[in-house]
Each structure stands twice: as structure tokens, then as C-alpha cells.
């Protein structure tokens, strides 16, 4: 036999009821992200093709990352350190790992997470030096399995990249529910300035342009197997000729990826 809520007092009791319900969980979130920075975590990665913006840091080929991060004092500030192997890239001189050193800080303010930091990639056994810095800052908010995130990297001029470079984009995540899996969905836009058009080719091989990725992982405790589809508008007649422009790596890719999370 079915129920129904026909008096007034039955339905305002039951939207009481949801709304209730919903602001307990964006009120939980927060603070369950929140410790979520005040603890160390260790994650190791191996993918198909270390893609970094639509185009391809690791020569087209597997790549394995490990990454470290470690909070300071528990006031939302934090250091991460994390080593990628490249296969000696042409896009970076020949180098056969990454090295990238973040110090950042997160600060919550209800469901609304914003964040900033600066970070350097570092290239040891490169042909010449072809490391440089890069500043960053983004917001994010999260309720229940959905999660979106908007950012900008911004690395100032420096000779290594051949003038300055500016990164804006956004993703968004949202968890399937009662299943382990995950949609992903992110786009950006590469621009800037450039004083010598070789170096800054390895930023941005065709000029400014966008990138995009459509992807879905499945979680299972701490391990992570993920597959993306990564793109750009980039155009093969519009690749510099640079020998770090790498300007077979810049086209559109099926990534496989598995990964452990602790």
C-alpha cells in the first residue's frame, strides 16, 4: 500500500527533513577535506604517457611518478615533492626524470577551499639549464560526489621557457554513486609571451592554445586504475620547428593508468 504526504504538515516536516540532511553534509565536507591536508600522503603512479597540459613531458611513452606531500604545523601549509620519469625528452634537453618542489597553502571557508603556492621543475641532466619556477592559485568546491576546481599557473618570464607563460583552467570530478567510479572532465588555455621562440616552444610547440581530457577511474582502497582521453587544438603546421617543441607528442592521446594511494 502506498503512503502519501497530502497534509501540509507532512510535506514541511519532510523538506525540513532533506534540508536538514544536506546542510549537515556540506557542513561535514569542509572539515573532512580540512584533514585531509593535515596529514601525509604518498602516492605512486605509472601511466602510458606523462601528458602535462595536452602535450606529452615523457616522449610519448611510460612513464612512473612518485609524489610526496608533507603539511607543516597543520595550518593548511604544506610541501610537495614529486619525480617523473621522462625518458630523455627532447622537450626538456634530454632529461631523463623531472623534479618537481612545491610549498603551498589551503585555507577553507565553508564548502569553498582556496589555494596558492609556488613551484619548481627541475630537469637534471638536461642539455643546458631548462628549469624554471611557476606560481599558482585556484578555488574548489566540493558536496557530496561532485567536485569543481578552477585554477591559474603563471610562470614569469624566464629564459628557460623562452619569456612567460600563463595557464587558466578548470576540472570537475563526480563520483558514480554506490559504484567505484569516478568521471573526469577538465579543459585550459596555454598563452603568453616570447622572447625566443625555441625555448618557448616547449610550453607551447604550436603557440597559445587549449587542451582538454574526458576520463573515468576506478577506485578500490588505495589503488587507482584510470584511462583518459587528452587533446589540444594544436595544429601540426603550427609547430614550431624547435628541437623541444617535440612535435610528435602534441596530438591526441588514449591514456591507461594505474596508481597506489596512501
Not at 623534479?99 to 569553498?112: E, N, R
Not at 573526469?184 to 607551447?204: E, M
Amino acid at each position: 500500500m502506498r503512503t502519501r504526504c497530502s497534509a501540509p504538515g507532512a510535506k514541511s516536516r519532510l523538506f525540513l527533513l532533506v534540508g536538514s540532511a544536506l546542510l549537515s553534509v556540506a557542513a561535514a565536507l569542509p572539515a573532512r577535506a580540512q584533514s585531509e591536508t593535515e596529514r601525509s600522503t604518498l602516492s605512486v603512479e605509472l601511466t602510458t604517457d606523462d601528458r602535462e597540459r595536452g602535450i606529452s613531458w615523457s616522449d610519448g611513452d611510460v612513464s612512473l611518478r612518485g609524489t610526496a606531500t608533507i603539511p607543516l604545523g597543520g595550518q593548511g601549509f604544506s610541501v610537495t615533492g614529486s619525480v617523473a620519469t621522462l625518458n630523455d625528452s627532447p622537450r626538456h634537453g634530454g632529461a631523463a626524470v623531472g623534479i618537481d618542489l612545491a610549498a603551498s597553502y589551503a585555507q577553507y571557508l565553508g564548502p569553498v577551499r582556496l589555494d596558492g603556492g609556488v613551484t619548481g621543475h627541475f630537469f637534471p641532466g638536461s642539455d643546458r639549464a631548462l628549469s624554471y619556477l611557476e606560481l599558482g592559485g585556484g578555488a574548489g568546491f566540493a558536496l557530496g560526489p561532485v567536485q569543481l576546481d578552477g585554477f591559474a599557473r603563471y610562470a614569469p618570464k624566464q629564459s628557460a621557457i623562452g619569456g612567460d607563460n600563463f595557464y587558466i583552467g578548470a576540472e570537475g570530478r563526480m563520483g558514480i554513486p554506490v559504484t567505484p567510479f569516478t568521471v573526469i572532465a577538465g579543459i585550459g588555455r596555454s598563452s603568453g609571451n616570447v622572447d625566443n621562440t625555441l625555448r618557448a616552444a616547449r610550453l607551447r610547440p604550436g603557440g597559445n592554445y587549449m587542451d582538454w581530457r574526458l576520463g573515468v577511474e576506478h577506485v578500490t582502497g588505495p589503488s587507482v586504475i584510470g584511462i583518459d582521453y587528452v587533446d589540444t587544438d594544436i595544429s601540426d603546421r603550427a609547430i614550431v620547428d624547435s628541437p623541444y617543441a617535440d612535435g610528435r607528442n602534441a596530438d591526441s592521446r588514449l591514456l591507461a593508468r594505474v596508481g597506489l594511494n596512501f
